[in-house]
């Protein structure tokens, strides 16, 4: 009989470590899933898209104006990697409450004409799908960003934050890569252009600006990125700030070209979305592990009234 009850003893101890083992190994795995990101190497992979709630009627004069726009904007791309358009065209023509549309295109400086009327043509047509009849539209990817409104926005400097990511942080014995970081984005501060990159070892950044803000606007947009750069991201594997008229970013390894959110990348767009974000990720840590716990309790529950059953018959025997 003690033989008995010491192998039932062990049967339910075998279970017990395993369900436990799984709690621990569905806790972890949320955790990694959701901290990870999908690398993906596209030049034209998708950042993030600002839409206007008021829309314009399909076969309004607008949506005329809309299409003409779009289509000349990636005729554009040959011939720089930045314009602005107005239509209807010309210099004496009068702008009309919506009917008028302002719209510009821009390519991170290191793309050639190729690249760069790939990936606008990528990002209009994401404009659709994303934003579909909208007045007001903002369409950032990887390499180049398209932007329209019923209302001029050329010139206006606006140091709105769109969207801020850092990676996962460094070691605090790293001080080398530490160091590559802030040369990398010194660099980027003390640069004059609109457009700056730049590298040591195996770390690279960039910073740029709207082709329709001066130079002295450019500069102070500039400052600000690259200064939330550096305070928010400084001891992260990577990180990039996007506010409305300039961007700053950096990354490990690779070209400018195919910087993408990897699996350095932790952070998180927009930042009044991260509460929400980690009370998601704690929801489904707790529901799984509550689930499990419950199936324990019921399997032991079981157990035991099987390991009852068959006392009362052997007592009865």
């Not at 760069?116 to 990887?142: E, K």
């Not at 709105?160 to 990676?167: E, I, R």
């Not at 195996?202 to 130079?215: E, I, K, N």
């Not at 200064?227 to 506010?243: P, T, W």
């Amino acid at each position: 009989m003690s033989l008995f009850r010491s192998k039932m003893y062990k049967t339910k101890t075998t279970l017990l470590c395993f369900s436990l083992t799984a709690v621990i190994l569905m806790v972890t795995t949320s955790s990694t899933a959701t901290d990870n990101p999908t690398y993906a190497a596209s030049t034209d992979t998708f950042i993030y898209a600002n839409c206007s709630p008021a829309r314009f009627s399909q076969g309004s004069a607008y949506e005329t104006n809309l299409k003409s726009l779009l289509s000349s904007l990636v005729t554009s791309t040959v011939l720089s990697p930045y314009n602005n358009l107005t239509v209807p065209f010309g210099s004496g023509v009068k702008p009309e409450p919506d009917v008028t549309v302002y719209g510009l295109f821009q390519c991170s400086v290191d793309l050639d004409p190729t690249s760069c009327s790939s990936c606008v043509s990528r990002a209009i047509a994401l404009v659709g799908n994303t934003c579909p009849n909208s007045y007001s539209v903002f369409l950032q990817v990887q390499n180049c960003l398209v932007r329209y409104d019923k209302s001029s926005f050329f010139g206006v400097q606006d140091k709105t934050l769109m969207l801020k990511t850092c990676g996962q942080p460094m070691g605090f014995d790293d001080q080398d890569a530490l160091t590559r970081v802030s040369d990398v984005i010194g660099s980027l501060g003390s640069g004059s252009e609109p457009g700056r990159t730049g590298v040591n070892g195996d770390v690279r950044g960039m910073a740029q600006c709207t082709g329709d803000l001066s130079p002295a606007q450019c500069q102070d947009c500039l400052t600000e990125a690259i200064g939330r750069l550096r305070s928010d991201c400084l001891m992260a594997q990577g990180g990039y700030v996007y506010l409305s008229k300039c961007y700053a970013r950096f990354s490990f390894g690779g070209s400018h070209a195919r910087q993408t959110p990897n699996s350095n990348f932790g952070g998180e767009k927009y930042d009044k979305d991260d509460d929400n974000n980690n009370i998601g990720k704690t929801l489904v840590i707790i529901i799984g592990i509550a689930t499990l716990v419950i199936l324990l309790v019921v399997l032991l529950a079981f157990l035991g009234k099987k390991l009852r059953n068959l006392q009362d018959d052997k007592c009865c025997r």
